[in-house]
């Protein structure tokens, strides 16, 4: 493996899965691969799972890990080629790339979407810049328009849940005070459609995500009509892609409560967390057994470890 900053970086998801179980499941087996070698981690925005799950990656494969939290921690970047850099950027991303790589074996990164300028963002530009200008590989932590690390963590979840071979898996917005990223949702899309699924996405009108991602998907748009036989409840809150980057609806009638979770078929609970309780999900809902937010955090432990080892394994 070369990079992982899309979903689409996987070629068998199969094959993919079933090395992130072995790789759970004797987590440390692999201590030598990753000695001598060292991950930066470079936060543009907060994490608290990501952050901590790719440390514990990188521990459990014997690699050394430095953080930076580039926001408040280093110079501010400039992204644009050609740039007279007579603003606040100190120092363009061809100098600060080239110089992370002579200090790390692979570089991360986590850099939001501005959800303002739809074409910078769908250009995944700060992640695009490492990988152009970097000597050395990038994972994405969640980009602009992707959070392939989470989707692969979901993807896992589901499989170790599923009491059937086909599940039904229903993606559902909610609601949420700010205006949220799309790249949870779209990674989780890319994903599920790599599965054995029957896979539903459910929102109000004017949250239709990228048409490019949900192609082949069906929408529907009544979320009790959606959750009807569901096994598995997947709460994310976005922001509009048409009406780019805005708050076009808050209805409280889209928290997932027990009104919507009686009406499927015992259905788990997933969330990517953080999680803003009785916004997005009930308190009675989250604190109850059919909750799997816990254990699907946990995977992102093994999904980043997957994703390191392959290109750990690439580079030698
Ligand atoms: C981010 C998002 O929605 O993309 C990160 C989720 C993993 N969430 C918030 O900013 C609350
Ligand atoms: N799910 C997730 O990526 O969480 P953090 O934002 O805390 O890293």
Redesign the pocket.
Known sequence: MKKYTSVDDINDLIEFLQFTKEIKNNPLGNKQLGKDKTIGLLFFNPSLRTRLSTQKAAQNLGMDCMVMNLNSDSWTLEFEDGAVMDGSASEHVKEAAGVISQYCDIIAIRS?PTLTDKEKDEAETVISSFVKFASVPIISL?GAVE?PL?ALADALTIEEYKTTQRPKVVLSWAPHPKA??Q??PNSFVKIMKKMEVDFVITHPEGYELNPKVTEGVKIEYDQEEAFKNADFIYAK??SSYTDYGKVVNKDPNWTIGKRQMDLTDNARFMH???VRRNMIVTDEILDSDASIVIPEAHNRVYSAQAVITKILEGLK
Do not use: A, K, T
């Open positions: 939001f969640e959070h989470q949220l990223p790249s949870v809150n976005w990517c967390l953080p």
